[in-house]
């Protein structure tokens, strides 16, 4: 069972930057799309980024060009870093990852970590 694992959450300012780690217990290589949601309080949960296996990124409209997603496969570890953060910002981030198989897409959650973003 692959399982994914967040870090890097915290209370930051509006303004401030913070890093999200996702580390993977198997090959993140191996997973055709590995990326981040986010769900805020009364919300729905949302796309914010994702990276597939041939390095394409997609943002949400409402992070382009102050979040930057990346991987590094040596270290089964995709980052999220975040940048210029707004008070809208604040949600619970989670990790996603689909692994095409035999023509079945699993789908694989980390638990969450809490991003808060004071004004």
């Known amino acids: 069972q692959v399982q994914l694992v967040e870090s890097g959450g915290g209370l930051v300012q509006a303004g401030g930057s913070l890093r999200l780690s996702c580390a993977a217990s198997?090959?993140?290589?191996?997973?055709?799309?590995i990326g981040w949601y986010r769900q805020a309080p009364g919300k729905q949960r949302e796309l914010v980024a994702h990276?597939?296996?041939?390095?394409?990124?997609n943002y949400a409209d409402s992070v382009k060009g102050r979040f930057t997603i990346s991987r590094d496969n040596a270290k089964n570890t995709v980052y999220l870093h975040m940048n210029s953060l707004k008070p809208e910002d604040t949600a619970v981030y989670y990790c996603n990852a689909h692994l095409i198989w035999l023509g079945r897409d699993y789908e694989f959650w980390g638990q969450g970590t809490q991003v808060t973003v004071s004004s």
């Open positions: 198997g090959s993140i290589a191996s997973f055709n799309v």
């Open positions: 990276i597939t296996s041939g390095d394409s990124t």
